[in-house]
């Protein structure tokens, strides 16, 4: 299947726990993704907590992942306690405030570096 051609870039929303950047396991996987994205697309990145060290522009929401403790429970069942620890309203707000005013072909959810 075809897709046709545009003169616009692809835009795409990030959304992670922590601002990609060279260093470190998950951080360093989607920072590297980032970098060999460069200029093809047209890219936004919503973060918790602190925006320091970013490699691109983003929106830092301020909150951090839900602690383990209020989490363990979904051992049990329901949403996997990694996912469950990054359900936070601000962020959820900001999600859904970046989908309606960006508007994304793509949204990337990376949870690695929990």
Same mark, same amino acid.
């Given at each position: 299947?075809?897709?046709? *051609? #545009? &003169?616009?870039? $692809?835009?795409?929303?990030? /959304? !992670?726990?922590?601002?990609? =950047?060279?260093?470190?396991?998950?951080?360093?996987?989607?920072?590297?993704?980032?970098?060999?994205?460069?200029?093809?697309?047209?890219?936004?990145?919503?973060?918790?907590?602190? *925006? #320091? &060290?970013?490699? $691109?522009?983003?929106?830092? /929401? !301020?909150?951090?992942?839900? =602690?383990?403790?209020?989490?363990?429970?979904?051992?049990?069942?329901?949403?996997?306690?990694?996912?469950?620890?990054?359900?936070?309203?601000?962020?959820?707000?900001?999600?859904?405030?970046?989908?309606?005013?960006?508007?994304?072909?793509? /949204?990337?959810?990376?949870?690695?570096?929990?």
């Amino acid at each position: 299947m075809s897709v046709p *051609a #545009t &003169d616009r870039r $692809l835009r795409v929303l990030v /959304v !992670a726990p922590k601002a990609p =950047r060279p260093v470190g396991g998950g951080n360093l996987a989607l920072a590297g993704l980032l970098e060999a994205l460069g200029d093809s697309i047209d890219c936004r990145l919503v973060v918790l907590g602190r *925006a #320091t &060290d970013s490699l $691109l522009p983003c929106r830092a /929401v !301020a909150a951090r992942p839900r =602690r383990w403790p209020a989490v363990v429970h979904h051992l049990l069942g329901g949403a996997p306690p990694t996912l469950a620890r990054l359900r936070v309203e601000r962020l959820a707000r900001t999600v859904a405030d970046e989908l309606a005013t960006f508007r994304p072909d793509l /949204v990337h959810l990376s949870h690695l570096a929990t």
